[in-house]
């Protein structure tokens, strides 16, 4: 095997991370492929950052451009991320006859079609393992080692930032706010955390994760996202007294109408390994008709774990080197001329179970008017929680958790609760999931 | 692609789930590898049961070796088990330049030396995700997606059999006799058990997963082997008051005095997700040096799990036709060459953290003797449990925590305590993991 010669591109914390874990641990690769990984050229706008991370073994340039147009370089490694000079980037590498090894969720959530299209045509491979849930080999086992089956459904805890933020309001009884502040103190959330906050980042790896599942083309913009910005910790607290853990979770499953994509704050039975996922680790539920469900966790961010991802990559692709492309992985599990450009389900076609909390008077006929309408829209209720008034107030919480029903038919059922004169204000609507099927 | 012709040796449960699996969801297959899939033989002493499972579509015959001589033949699924005609099945499969797939954990942790280096010499593939933890992808999750790491430890539930019956125990408060023949009536458990509820298969899988984590030859003989005969209620009982499950674990750890390879129940924090799997299902928990800790769980036997596992190496196998050994994943993670046999430790060399259950008579200075015999050894208590003794009986149940101690050093610290005279009989010794670091 000849050795393989590595372009990276950014040296921040993962790249900073690949240097470190190829370096230290490169005898034991060595050992697995009967051959080697070597970084030949760094490139990184800080150069002084660039110098300190490699030790000024290796040249460096702060354009990037120079080391995707190397053509000493086999395989580059993209760790910049956005979607505008790291697409360029990647582009011009494949375009170059070069590998691609990248982090960047979201390009291949959005352009992902285009790039492995254009990828297939030069015949080079793009891996992608560390753009979804960090260190854990996700992708691998959604493309390779679960191949047998039909994929039915996929949910996954797919953002540390978020995963950490609700522990802790579990955990401390802080609100969102607070805890947000806190986690941006200790470094687990951006400055901007929008990305992670209101669900966009898991719905990247949602989308990739569910076209490898299903055999079909990324379609990011169809995905429904709803962050975590609106929870408080009071629907936590009732969440736990019935025996419910609150996630946010990307959930894709595969129904006879289309494909759910969705990513939402969801109940799950505190009984299901992944409701007791806590912190900033994540875990991704695969269901398969013939394995069952089957469950993968670990550190989904950091240095050194989304690191463990991008190398596990480059030895793959030094491995294959000299294969053909029918010999290598699908991009997307599926070849790119086999998949289906399957229907994604608005969210008011989804069939979920609900969490509703309602502030009501307490007084006589309330319970039976909410009910009414329930019944009246063929919802039936699963479990019920009603609150005291607390001191002094008139008005009190009732927590309803109702069977699975469509979400077009529960919202018009919750405008009519809220058009019941004892009702103040809205209704809490969060969707759950036994993620036992 | 050339179509991949199969011959298929065992139409048991999972030569059975086999053929269903590749049947029903051969086009998904045929759509992620861009190829086909076909079982052109079967072999079965049971003619009618053969008949029966594939519907007279595919030639049959009684004879196995008809099928590993049959030259139309590419790969051979060997799903028989057993050490004995299996092995002259797999090493004459090989001899033909046949690739094979089996499902044999016995096989390859007692001959896979051997057998690996046969298929070397013929440049073939041996594969085996399925001797391992049924359907999860933990074969391909060690030797690939966590290659780029330095593996620490493996510890894992990987017997369905005893971890269905430590759950009932646990759940029900029935004794292990009790729930073993429940277990036998139901089908979780054979009716010769021991190679379950001793350990011993458990053992058979460490070991495979023990060799790719440390690229060491398989050393099966090496293993230490304790199974759950002798667990009581009790204590499972008082681990569960100290906040402890106890598991049935396979673990190996890399120490700078050598490997740990054994099977015992251990005590595990209960917020530790393995301690919560539970029923007949399995999980592997993973420690590498850059990715942290990662788990992997689902069903480990049964049917289809076990086909899943054995038709995603079929899928490999596919894509991978025409390509050089160099090019494919090592039998065991590491090249053969560059295996280094580490010296496995002698359970009196492992340290570890203990569980100790002794019977005291109820009077002065008891507990003054026992702490003193194990601060003279440099063992720490962590925590204790002690008894009132049951109505009418003078002595009662001391429950001691120790920290990290040799287990030669606890040992004989027990054996002091059983010679104290207020000690009744001899103390319960469970070992304990953490699992954190």
Known sequence: MKELKVGLLGVGTVGGGTYAVLTRNQTE??????????????????????????????A????????????EIDVVVELIGGYTVAKELVLTAIANGKHVVTANKALLAVHGNEIFKAAADKGVIVAFEAAVAGGIPIIKAL??????????????????TTNFILTEMRDKGLAFVDVLKEAQRLGYAEADPTFDVEGIDAAHKLTLMASIAFGMPVQFEQAYTEGITKLTTKDIQYAEELGYRVKLLGISKKTSEGVE??????????KRLVANVDGAMNAVVVKGDAVGPTLYYGAGAGAEPTASAVVADLVDIARLQGTKPEQRVAYLGYQLDQQQTLPILPIAEVHSAYYLRLRA???????????????????????MLQKEPAEGESEADIVILTHTTQ????????KHIELLPAIAGQVTKIRMETLSR
Chains 1, 2 share one sequence.
């Open 29 to 58: 690769i060595a050992r697995r492929i009967a051959g080697n990984i070597r970084i030949v050229q760094v490139a990184d706008r800080n150069l002084a950052l660039a110098e300190q991370v490699t030790g000024g073994q290796v």
């Open 60 to 71: 460096l340039t702060e354009d990037a451009f120079a080391v995707v147009n190397n053509p």
């Open 143 to 160: 493309r390779e080692g679960l191949s047998a089956n039909k994929i039915e459904w996929v949910a996954g805890i797919i953002n540390g």
């Open 261 to 270: 994509l969705r990513v939402h704050p969801t109940l799950i039975p505190e």
């Open 361 to 383: 008077t307490d007084k006589p006929g309330v319970m039976a008017a909410i009910t009414k309408i329930l019944a009246d829209m063929q919802i039936s209720i699963d479990a």
């Open 407 to 414: 979400e077009k038919t529960m919202d018009a059922a919750i």
